[in-house]
């Protein structure tokens, strides 16, 4: 997952609602910066890094520890940068648009519903479409289209249940079909220090299963609905990353073109099989490896060795 932390602290922001037309202010990129907001615009989704620990030795740009108002600013943000975009488009779009081009028509009219949300002071990602327009909505690059991952940075002692702060968080997260997971960043920054070993030992003292960078990338996967499938041979053993619901060529695609283009067949070994029977020799003599074909959707976890032409 390409996805990059939004700071904590941030600018001066405008209501949406207040934002129309030209006597409006205009989003210029002052608050998260134009430098920031291009490479947000690169990313599959955006993960807010929220405050949710009181420190009086930290202080907070508002004062204050509240979390929704710091995802407000920051979506709000995002919001003026994505107004500021469409509404830059729509003269160049209705020009065309009168002139016949079809194209340009139901781009025009995807442009303005989202306009038409964002001043609303909703994010892009709420747009009702079609989903044979799926594909002109992603060209749009909207900063808010994006799905969104908020991390609740808690105190060391909330680590394990999370706090009032990150409650508030998650419930904040359903009602918009988001994903949150806490972490405190404290204990991130000591476990980085630790060996593995060392690693099992503190987490359990803390009573943590598992660290908190960990449940972030899990998160992360759900988020952007992919699933992770393994090559084993006698030097290594790589892990792959594709998109649920993947077909076993598509699949292979991602290791090399070639390897899609001259797909035979996928030898396939369950995770849990592989792990349980000591291998691939061992699965093999239990019956566990199979032959899949071109239909084969791959299987989060599969163990894979591809057959194909050269």
């Known amino acids: 997952m390409r996805d990059r ?6 600018p001066d922001t405008t209501d949406l ?22 490479t947000i615009r690169e990313v599959d989704a955006v993960a807010h890094v929220v405050r949710c620990f009181e420190d009086s030795d930290i202080t907070h740009v508002e004062g204050k520890i509240a979390p929704l108002a710091d995802i407000e600013t920051i979506e709000t943000e995002l919001m003026l940068a994505d107004l500021d975009s469409l509404e830059k488009r729509v003269d160049n779009l209705t020009k065309k648009a ?19 949300l964002l001043r609303d002071g909703k994010p892009a990602r709420f ?10 909505f992603r060209m749009l690059g909207l900063l808010t289209s994006k799905p969104v991952l908020y991390v609740c940075n808690v105190e060391e002692g909330s680590a394990a249940t999370g706090n009032a702060f990150s409650q508030a968080v998650f419930e904040h ?30 987490l359990e003292t803390l009573g943590l299963e598992e660290a908190g960078l960990d449940r972030l990338i899990r998160a992360g996967y759900e988020l952007l609905h992919l699933i992770t499938y393994f090559t084993v041979g006698p030097k290594e053993a790589r892990a792959w990353t594709i998109t649920r619901g993947t077909k076993a060529p598509a699949a292979a695609g991602v290791i090399h073109t070639d390897f899609e283009k001259g797909f035979i067949r996928a030898e396939t ?31 989060d976890g599969d163990v894979m060795h591809f057959r194909f032409n050269n």
């Open 5 to 10: 932390q939004v700071a904590d602290d941030h």
């Open 17 to 38: 609602r207040g934002h129309r037309g030209a006597g409006a202010r205009r989003f210029k990129g002052e608050g998260l910066g134009n430098q920031f907001l291009a």
């Open 98 to 116: 009168k002139g016949g081009d079809k194209d340009s028509k139901e781009q025009l009219d995807l442009v303005e519903r989202a306009l038409k």
């Open 127 to 136: 747009l009702d479409r079609k989903p044979e327009e799926e594909r002109a």
């Open 173 to 202: 997260a359903k009602k918009e079909g988001a994903v949150a997971v806490v972490i405190s960043a404290k204990i991130e920054s000591e476990i980085a220090t630790l060996s593995r070993a060392e690693r099992a030992d503190f």
């Open 269 to 299: 070994i369950a995770y849990d099989d592989y792990v349980s029977l000591g291998g691939e020799a061992g699965a093999r003599d239990a019956g566990k490896l199979r032959l899949e074909g071109k239909e084969y959707v791959v299987a």
